[in-house]
């Protein structure tokens, strides 16, 4: 039930909910609709997508708990693996980058 443009009535207690239709409405007094159900996907598009965004989303967390477990355990070394995990090119001094060499190297 709709009382203004604004706000909505709780369907389950009543209280005033704030209405705007680019979130989610719940309510903070007794948690009706917390934790909604994604809508159902309207073609197969849809649900191949949702599943391969589901399967991606787990693999994200997954990995991301990896390392962060690794480097609590002080297993992770700085240049290697989480350069490799993150995507990212190694970091060179200056040196390097004008051509002296990268330190360490022969």
Do not use: H, Y
């Not at 604004?6 to 389950?12: K, N, Y």
């Not at 209405?19 to 007094?29: I, K, L, S, T, Y």
């Not at 290697?80 to 060179?92: F, K, N, V």
């Amino acid at each position: 039930m709709t009382t203004d443009a604004r706000t909505q009535e709780c369907p389950e207690c009543g209280s005033r909910l704030a209405a705007d239709p680019r979130f989610v409405a719940w309510c903070q007094e007794c948690d009706w609709n917390l934790d909604p159900a994604p809508p159902k996907p309207q073609t197969r598009l849809q649900a191949l997508l949702s599943v391969r965004a589901d399967r991606l989303a787990r693999r994200l967390f997954d990995s991301s708990t990896a390392i962060e477990q690794e480097l609590a355990e002080g297993a992770l070394a700085v240049t290697g693996r989480l350069r490799d995990a993150l995507g990212a090119p190694m970091i060179r001094s200056r040196a390097a980058v004008a051509g002296e060499g990268i330190p360490g190297e022969m």
